[in-house]
């Protein structure tokens, strides 16, 4: 196609050299941890645990990314889960019915989004001040519902919950002498079907791409005839939308509720995007990359504690370091870029 | 072909609170034509503009184009009548792709068919003759590219009337006249095309015919082979011109021999070459050059601005280190700075707190000023520069750009420089102003003060400096004086001054 009308290959755009960077770093990352650490990693059931723990990560990851290409931010997405968790746990032991649990799911997280999308866009307060309340408020509810964990006691939900696609030929044998297949949850089916509905989003539809335009330059999108208000509305609601089938994953992963479900879920999301190559000033990212920045956060983990360190604060210092060494990465190459056009 | 009327606007009034900013104007543009809007700052170009593009809703008159009455509500409405605007900020999304920013918010569908919008680019750009690729990001474009991308998009919307606000403000030479092209190439193609600049040099390449406004009135319509340069600015400014060339009566004199105030030998930065420079006491001299040519990084070194890496530098014969902003104002250098906006002024703070700003600095801001002192700081500035704003108080962002910049001249005149190093200090500043400025600056000097003058209008740098320092490319490559300012001398030695060089 290209060869005929004759074009050259151009640049990457700083969309896909950012999420190009994260996609070799995971790999070059996770290869390094099949060689030097082996065990586990030279699973193929290590990959399916990393999805199948982080599925509902992925997803409001996605949620969030959204947000932040349109040059916003939605710290409420872990509260928001652990609501969304709470409630439908209650209201399964209740005795409720399983597609009305996911309708209510739904329901709780088109609610937040909503009601942030309202308020900061055409109210035009703070998004940092509008979710972190909306956090706040997530939280509050989940605490009132229920301050002791619940368990899920609800057949229906017990045979949902066990639905796992078993891929034989991607199994081990283990020290018995029987092949494990390698197992995936059907959590992580959704995460991937919400990643792929979000690319083709923000790739190929209209309202896509004037999430770009409004996080590259507002002003301009305005010029450009872009609808701005409604644009940011939807991103929100969008994040709230994904914030509560994240929830309702998460539920399906867990099986129970309590009150601290997905604490601190919104920081590894926003380090996930970031690491994905989107970048918080708007207008820069991908879900693709989203994706591998979640599982390059995940690997890190994992690295860390098969390294024999195992104490939780482990993980936070490697998240952190991390998070640090991926936002110098992108300044650097960016301001190379930068660098470069200039002369 | 230039008879067909296309728009006109009829005894358009506009007002402000306090203001009469359009007062009956009347303007006519034909099809195929260029059309310059010319006047001083505040005259009502962008006024004008602004009721034309829907910025602004008028309060009388009527708009009629192609002979219908139409009314313009919001810029959305003029963009679907066939009137598109290019501003001198690009308004694009440089993380867009070129076919994305030409396309964006006008797809009929849901679906952005990014191949199809590529190719259809590709067709625009290389019949419009615009050196971008439809799948390059618009960051990585230059500044006049983008804006040509930003012109291919309304070209392609159908625009009948294409206005261009100062579109050439930050390009240079080449760019400039890459923009012509695609002006005339429009304009063979029937576009009306309303161009607005303060560069008068550029009107008469390009323009057919000259609109002048002056303090929100018409005064009047013009073929611009038939108007005379200098009549031209007589008109903006309505006073007559013998004022402009009798500035500088008595010929350079005294200054040779009063004693040196700042020599620099070897002086280099991190962004100018080693050069070496002297000024005298209450001397003007100038560096001159084409854009890029290293007259603004080498004053830049002199202030300190960027990272001074070598050389020595002496005042009134006294080695002294400079190599920050503020160890040059303690030894009584001011400078201001090229871009106005980024570098000088700080919008929100009120005019009497951005003129007290440099002597704060060199205080201390453990000595505040009284704020008795700084009004009547203020005051003075305002009355003795002439300072056009309702109060002390006003923010400065609200005052126009001539305006703006006296304000940032007073902030250094308070702290009673010895040296003075303006930079560009009349860009984008309407005639009269610039001449208040130069008119300063002489004065300054004849009070003592050393002066380095930059400016792109050779013009005004042979009227106000008795030494010019000429720069190419990074390197000092001439210096004239004497019989040798004149323009003809300063172009020959931009062009080519090396035999001079090497005697």
Redesign the interface.
């Known amino acids: ?1 290209n060869q005929k ?1 004759g ?2 290959r ?2 990457l ?3 896909q050299l950012l999420m190009t960077i994260t996609i070799f770093i995971f790999f070059g990352m996770y290869l390094l941890a099949m060689l030097l650490l082996g065990g586990g990693f030279l699973r193929a059931q290590q990959v399916f645990d990393m999805l199948n723990d982080n599925a509902s990560l992925i997803i409001v990851s996605c949620g969030l990314t959204i947000v932040m290409i349109g040059g916003g931010i939605d710290i409420s997405v872990g509260a928001v889960t652990s609501l969304v968790v709470m409630s439908c746990v209650l209201y399964l032991n209740g005795g409720g019915n399983i597609f009305v649990s996911i309708l209510l799911a739904l329901g709780i997280g088109l609610a937040f989004g909503l009601v942030h999308g309202f308020l900061i866009s055409y109210l035009e307060i703070q998004p940092f001040i509008v979710t972190l309340a909306g956090m706040f408020f997530a939280r509050g509810m989940t605490t009132i519902l229920s301050v002791n964990p619940q368990k899920v006691a609800h057949e229906g939900f017990a045979k949902l919950r066990d639905v796992k696609i078993e891929i034989p030929w991607l199994g081990y044998v283990a020290n018995n002498g029987n092949v494990v297949p390698a197992r995936m949850e059907l959590g992580v089916v959704i995460a991937l079907v919400c990643l792929v509905l979000i690319f083709i989003l923000l ?8 999430f ?2 409004i ?3 507002q ?3 305005l ?4 609808n701005v208000k409604r644009t940011r509305f939807i991103s929100y609601v969008i994040s709230g939308l994904l914030s509560g089938i994240s929830g309702y994953v998460f539920m399906m992963h867990t099986g129970a509720g309590n009150a601290t479900n997905a604490a601190g879920m919104e920081m590894n999301a926003i380090a996930s995007s970031i690491i994905g190559g989107t970048l918080l000033t708007g ?2 990212g991908n879900v693709a990359g989203t994706f591998f920045g979640t599982m390059t956060l995940t690997t890190i983990k994992k690295i860390v504690v098969s390294s024999g360190l195992k104490e939780p604060w482990w993980q936070s210092i490697t998240t952190g370091g991390m998070l640090c060494f991926f936002i110098l990465l992108q300044s650097v190459v960016l301001g190379q ?1 930068a660098k470069r ?1 200039k002369s | 072909m230039q008879d067909k009327v296309l728009l006109q606007m009829r005894q358009i009034e506009k007002r402000f609170p306090g203001v009469r900013a359009l007062d009956g104007v009347d303007f006519t543009l034909r099809e195929g034509e260029i059309h310059a809007l010319m006047g001083e700052n505040g005259a009502g170009k962008s006024t004008l503009i602004k009721v034309l593009t829907g910025v602004y809703q008028m309060d009388g008159g009527e708009i009629k184009l192609d002979g219908e009455l139409i009314t313009i509500r919001s810029p959305q409405d003029a963009q679907n009548s066939g009137i598109s605007t290019v501003y001198q900020e690009i308004t694009l999304c440089p993380n867009l792709t070129v076919a994305e920013n030409i396309f964006i918010g006008r797809e009929d569908s849901t679906w952005v068919r990014h191949k199809d919008y590529e190719k259809r680019a590709d067709e625009i750009l290389g019949k419009l003759g615009i050196p971008a690729r439809s799948r390059q990001q618009l960051g990585d474009c230059s500044l006049a590219v983008q804006q040509m991308v930003a012109i291919a998009r309304a070209v392609d919307m159908k625009c009948k009337v294409l206005i261009l606000d100062e579109p050439t403000s930050s390009l240079d030479d080449k760019e400039v006249n890459m923009l012509f092209d695609l002006m005339r190439s429009l304009k063979s193609q029937g576009v009306g095309i309303i161009f607005v600049t303060h560069f008068l040099e550029q009107v008469y390449e390009v323009s057919d015919r000259i609109t002048v406004l002056r303090n929100g009135e018409l005064v009047g319509e013009y073929l611009t082979e038939e108007l005379p340069q200098v009549e031209l600015v007589a008109k903006m400014i309505g006073k007559e011109l013998d004022e402009l060339s009798s500035l500088r009566e008595e010929p350079d004199i005294v200054v040779e021999e009063k004693e040196v105030f700042y020599n620099a030998k070897g002086l280099s930065s991190s962004a100018a070459l080693p050069f070496d420079f002297s000024i005298r006491k209450g001397e003007v001299n100038g560096f001159t050059g084409l854009l890029g040519s290293g007259r603004s990084e080498s004053v830049r070194a002199i202030f300190g601005a960027d990272k001074v890496t070598g050389g020595s530098v002496s005042i009134k014969g006294k080695p002294v280190k400079i190599t920050r902003p503020v160890e040059a104002m303690k030894n009584g250098i001011g400078y201001l700075a090229e871009d106005r906006k980024r570098d000088g002024i700080i919008a929100d703070l009120s005019v009497r707190e951005n003129i007290i700003l440099a002597l704060q600095v060199m205080n201390g801001f453990f000595k505040p000023i009284s704020r008795s002192e700084s009004e009547a700081f203020a005051d003075e500035y305002i009355k003795v520069l002439n300072i056009k704003t309702a109060s002390r108080e006003t923010p400065i962002g609200s005052l126009s750009g001539g305006n703006q910049q006296k304000v940032i001249l007073a902030r250094w005149l308070l702290t009673h420089p010895d040296y003075l190093i303006l930079d560009e200090p009349t860009r984008g500043i309407d005639v009269g102003t610039k001449l208040e400025i130069q008119k300063l600056v002489l004065k300054l000097a004849e009070e003592g003060v050393s002066v380095t003058f930059i400016s792109s209008e050779v013009e005004e740098m042979l009227r106000t400096c008795s030494r010019l320092i000429v720069m190419r490319d990074r390197h000092v490559v001439g210096e004239l004086k004497g019989s040798d300012l004149n323009q003809e001398q300063v172009m020959k030695t931009i062009a080519g001054g090396e035999a001079k060089d090497e005697e």
């Open positions: 196609m009308i074009v050259r151009e640049p755009t700083d969309t790739k190929f539809i209209k309202l896509g791409r004037a770009y335009a996080g590259g330059n002003q301009s999108a010029m450009l005839g872009i207008g820069v870029r056009k």
